[in-house]
Nanobody, 123 residues
Framework: QVQLVESGGGLVQAGGSLRLSCAASGRTFSTYSMGWFRQAPGKEREFVAAVARGGIAKYYGDSVKGRFTISRDNAKNTVYLQMDSLIPEDTAVYYC????????????????WGQGTQVTVSS
């Protein structure tokens, strides 16, 4: 069983930045690939970014590529999402999740999920 706790969400003006963190329990964090997803009210869950177990291979959704950066610190059991040049369309609840597979982009490929953190970008 893996427990995930997100933090770092909040309200930010367009053009600003936020860094989300996701802290995982246990001693097997490096076993998992990690992903970030987001979901706005009335919309389907959207893939944002994923990072492989070693922290080198990464993949981004088209809507955030060039603006967001995913990274991980296996010694701290933590994955990060650095969000720059934020726009109102980024407003959503952001979730981190674990996967035993490599760089999945579908939510059903992930096993454990955090509770989410709200990100609101004002225009």
């Amino acid at each position: 069983q893996v427990q995930l706790v997100e933090s770092g969400g909040g309200l930010v003006q367009a053009g600003g930045s936020l860094r989300l963190s996701c802290a995982a329990s246990g001693r097997t964090f490096s076993t998992y690939s990690m992903g970030w997803f987001r979901q706005a009210p009335g919309k389907e869950r959207e893939f944002v970014a994923a990072v492989a177990r070693g922290g080198i291979a990464k993949y981004y959704g088209d809507s955030v590529k060039g603006r967001f950066t995913i990274s991980r610190d296996n010694a701290k059991n933590t994955v990060y999402l650095q969000m720059d040049s934020l726009i109102p369309e980024d407003t959503a609840v952001y979730y981190c999740a674990t996967s035993t597979r490599a760089l999945g982009i579908a939510s059903d490929e992930y096993n454990y999920w955090g509770q989410g953190t709200q990100v609101t970008v004002s225009s």
